[in-house]
């Protein structure tokens, strides 16, 4: 194991939190144990690991991720995912393959909803040649957290959002019975209704949604008084 995946081992049980572990497990439907690092906590104690020219500079930092990623306590995938996220911009197009292992192991929304908008969104800006392969394979997989990737990625896209694609994905799985895919439609049109209200309204007025994907995709139009 390497020698940085110890340390942050040695950190982590050091300052563990016994009676927090469990509320955290409790909040995560005891999906996951943990130590009870309160997020700052965490955050302060790997502060020397996570810079992006500390990551860059580490030969083994890839390994160091995946060996973060198989041990038990959740805090270590979250800072697995932190350093995914700070290393987005440098990957090469092969590392999708990664993407697709982090996204569909140790699975639940709180790695995914991280990992895809700040990770895989940067990635297919990068590498836009390979989103309509990965995402039919992806939306065919029957994989919930796939599939939810293929809705988020373009979360975080603003003005470059491609809504025609958006717009398409969203066909693809309408009709879905998971929650977690209903309510990541609703998050993304939702996300676009600060941006393009109108071709919105229009899609979901248009379109056969789960009550809760139309229920969440209004929310932010009607909360204003806009709808």
């Known amino acids: 194991m390497e020698d940085l995946t110890l340390e942050i081992q040695r950190l982590f049980a050091a300052n563990k939190d016994d009676e927090y572990a469990k509320q955290m497990s409790a909040y995560m439907r ?56 700070k290393l ?51 939306i065919e997989s029957e994989n919930i957290w796939l599939q939810r990737a293929s809705i988020l990625f373009q979360l975080k896209y603003k003005k470059e959002v491609d809504l025609d694609l958006l717009f398409s994905i969203i066909e693809r799985l309408k009709d879905s019975r998971e929650f977690f895919v209903q309510k990541a439609i609703g998050w993304v049109l939702r996300e676009y209704t600060r941006y393009y209200p109108e071709k919105i309204v229009e899609f979901v007025e248009n379109t056969e949604l789960a009550n809760l994907s139309r229920r969440e995709a209004l929310k932010y139009l009607k909360n204003k008084g806009l709808l």
């Open 30 to 85: 005891n999906k996951f144990p943990f130590y009870g690092l309160r997020s700052p906590v965490r955050k302060e104690l790997v502060k020397d690991f996570q810079s992006k020219q500390f990551l860059l500079g580490f030969p083994n930092i890839d390994l160091v991720i995946r060996e973060l990623w198989v041990l038990p306590q959740r805090e270590f995938q979250y800072t697995a995912t932190e350093m995914i996220v």
């Open 88 to 138: 987005a911009k440098e990957r090469s197009v092969d590392y999708i393959a990664d993407y697709e292992y982090f996204i569909s192991s140790k699975s639940w929304w709180d790695t995914v909803d991280l990992i895809v908008p700040k990770g895989l969104g940067e990635h297919f800006k990068i590498y836009p040649q390979i989103i309509p392969a990965t995402v039919d394979k992806w």
